[in-house]
């Protein structure tokens, strides 16, 4: 039998209403002894420690083994969010012996074990604790209402169709099988690895959308980055100065973009130096801005960049309160053109977020690509025809297995603790 655990299941410090959460098969018996008779569904109780004295007047629910968020028996108390009073009712349930502290993560661990949630909902319910913006949340709802598990288990069942098929005429191997089964078993793995391609291309621009884009301001030296980037932040984070070569590193700020996670990159002004810091500084606003997701190119003239211009990049008119621009001008100074800018890279990263499938993760992505390894192997082995029939089938059922692991059926207790450890205490 597990410990019957506890935690506070709000977070920490003065509130209108704190929630302890205790979880387990002595959870209605420890709520007795602080409120006597326990509501079958829901009652204000008056909690007492363990001399009479009165603790609090809370709001007791109480769910049944099955349809609680942990799979058992379960009683919340809904108390006055006082810190004095969290601290003597958890004081009390602590001086209980059959209860312990829960870990973090452990409630959403033991919904797993009992099958109230799968792998892949427990990581969007994570994503979905973390959420900042609007997409964040989104995204992680999507993942979290068990919708890559309904994915899952649609390519699950279409595998295990094209395995039995094949199993079929080995099993009947000494027999005449009147049916060709393999223009059906080649339609299945031809349906499921181009759903599972469109999946897996997805999840970079999805990693985005959980970790945040990066948007790097680039260009040469006083051209007015600085100034746009604390224009932008609206609030001073750089050295803004009339000597060129003032910003020697890369400063970051995060930011939410019509409802999209951006760190902006103020970065040293990319020309050839003889000073060696300055060097380092360019040399990393080059590495960094390669790597970013979205490149502002500032330039006076608005037609020259100083690097590789990607197919996402905006070419943009600097200091456009000094001289009439066509296109795309700002000034950092003024603000002018400023919503225009960005209305423009929120634009270009809507654009990739319209990529974005179901599965979000690294792992996900992982787990599609090696089955769609395994399929594709059983398919070239079957277009051959030099393949031995129960090699094809063995691919496919190793095809299955890696399905199975993105919702956590097999092969994945090495991922579960650094998940869990990623959720606070009572969650």
């Known amino acids: 039998m597990m410990d019957t655990i506890f935690a506070l299941a709000t977070a920490q410090g003065r509130a209108g209403v704190a929630v302890i959460r205790i979880s387990g098969a002595e959870a209605v018996s420890a709520t007795s002894l602080l409120c006597g008779d326990v509501p079958p569904l829901r009652g204000v109780r008056r909690l007492y420690d363990r001399l009479g004295e009165l603790l609090d007047e809370a709001l007791v629910l109480r769910f ?5 968020f942990t799979g058992e028996e379960v009683v919340e108390l809904h108390l006055h969010g006082s810190p004095a009073v969290v601290s003597a009712v958890l004081r009390c349930l602590g001086d209980m012996p059959d209860l312990r502290q829960a870990e973090a993560g452990e409630f959403t661990r033991r919904a797993l074990e009992n099958g109230r949630l799968n792998l892949a909902e427990v990581e969007g319910l994570a994503d979905l604790i973390d959420a900042e913006t609007e997409s964040q949340r989104k995204q992680a709802v999507r993942v979290f209402s068990g919708a890559l598990g309904v994915l899952a288990d649609s390519w699950r069942t279409r595998l295990i169709r094209a395995a039995a098929l094949l199993e079929a005429t080995i099993d009947f191997a000494d027999e005449e099988v009147p049916v060709d089964v393999s223009p059906e078993v080649l339609a299945l793995l031809d349906g499921v690895s181009a759903e599972m391609l469109r999946e897996a291309d997805g999840v970079r621009i999805a990693e985005r959308v959980r970790d945040g884009f990066e948007v790097a301001i680039i260009g040469a030296p006083n051209v007015g980055k600085s100034t746009l980037m604390n224009r932008l932040a609206g609030r001073d984070v750089a050295i ?22 951006v760190t902006l990159l103020d970065t040293a ?16 606003a080059r590495e960094r801005a390669a790597a970013a997701d979205l490149r502002i190119h500032l330039s006076l003239d608005g037609n020259e960049p100083h690097a590789d211009l990607g197919p996402d990049d905006l070419l943009v008119r600097a200091k456009a309160d000094l001289r009439a621009a066509d296109g795309l001008a700002v000034s950092g100074m003024t603000g002018l053109g400023i919503e225009e800018l960005i209305a423009a890279i929120s634009l270009r990263l809507q654009d990739k977020v319209g990529r974005i499938g179901i599965a979000m993760r690294e792992r996900h992505r992982v787990a599609m690509m090696r089955a769609i390894g395994y399929m594709d192997a ?18 496919l059922r190793s095809a299955i297995r890696a399905v199975d692991s993105i919702v956590g059926r097999v092969d994945v207790e090495h991922v579960l603790d650094e998940i869990f450890l990623s959720f606070c205490i009572g969650k």
């Open 64 to 68: 049944a083994e099955g349809k609680s």
């Open 240 to 261: 803004t100065s009339e000597i060129a070569g003032t910003t020697r590193d890369v400063i970051e700020v995060r930011m939410d973009l019509d409802g999209l996670p």
């Open 269 to 284: 002004g990319l020309r050839e130096t003889d000073d060696l810091v300055e060097g380092l500084g360019v040399a990393r």
């Open 378 to 395: 059983a398919g070239t082995a079957m277009r051959t025809g030099d393949a031995m029939t129960d090699l094809v089938a063995e691919d």
